[in-house]
T-cell receptor
Framework: DTEVTQTPKHLVMGMTNKKSLKCEQH?????MYWYKQKAKKPPELMFV???????INESVPSRFSPECPNSSLLNLHLHALQPEDSALYLC??????????????FGNGTRLTVT | GESVGLHLPTLSVQEGDNSIINCAYS??????FIWYKQESGKGPQFIID?????DKRQGQRVTVLLNKTVKHLSLQIAATQPGDSAVYFC????????????FGSGTQLTVLP
């Protein structure tokens, strides 16, 4: 079992809906990440939080809004998504943003379908 | 531009045989490499990593080889089992930083009975 927990596992939403993805880790890691993964493709970095502050935004559209309420939680708020946003959204964590020689720990993702 | 890629998109092996999955990288600044396994419906799972000051590292049934001269990374799986069927991604990091991790395109490993 992964030490990074993501909910929900599956989400279907319409283009006018507002929904949120949640991620939680209790490993004491201070960096958390959102990745997007399309079918048969590698994960693509979206956001990095370091010590609860947004550190990296990889030019992600504003319809995706991350939030880090505390060091253990990471949310991704979704609004006015497009069908092409359908993907697996992965959360990951590491001891800190600049952890050297330390792998990212991934959750099992939320499978998002936008109708 | 710099990229991490795999030689083969798919690989099929007989159960019990050894598997070798290859990965080429072009960023000479990369000094930390990771192999992830991703099963259907799950997130990437860490398998093994290696730093650039090493040529080889072994884990349980897995070995990673790093050839810095030709910028090549490989993952060897001994006595491949049905549970090894998955997509395998190599990832590399310039400077070894977690936030700079770049993933390769992935190889689908299928274990045949």
């Amino acid at each position: 079992d992964t030490e990074v927990t993501q909910t929900p596992k599956h989400l279907v939403m319409g283009m006018t809906n507002k929904k949120s993805l949640k991620c939680e880790q209790h490993m004491g890691h201070r960096a958390m990440y959102w990745y997007k993964q399309k079918a048969k493709k590698p994960p693509e970095l979206m956001f990095v939080y370091s010590y609860e502050k947004l550190s990296i935004n990889e030019s992600v559209p504003s319809r995706f809004s991350p939030e880090c309420p505390n060091s253990s939680l990471l949310n991704l708020h979704l609004h006015a998504l497009q069908p092409e946003d359908s993907a697996l959204y992965l959360c990951a964590s590491s001891p800190d943003r600049d952890s050297y020689n330390s792998p990212l720990h991934f959750g099992n993702g939320t499978r998002l379908t936008v109708t | 531009g710099e990229s991490v890629g795999l030689h083969l998109p798919t690989l099929s092996v007989q159960e019990g045989d050894n598997s070798i999955i290859n990965c080429a990288y072009s960023n000479s600044a990369s000094d930390y490499f990771i192999w992830y396994k991703q099963e259907s419906g799950k997130g990437p799972q860490f398998i093994i990593d290696i730093r650039s000051n090493m040529d080889k590292r072994q884990g349980q049934r897995v070995t990673v080889l790093l050839n810095k001269t030709v910028k090549h990374l490989s993952l060897q799986i001994a006595a491949t089992q049905p549970g090894d069927s998955a997509v395998y991604f190599c990832a590399e990091s310039p400077g070894g930083s977690a936030r700079q991790l770049t993933f390769g395109s992935g190889t689908q490993l299928t274990v045949l009975p």
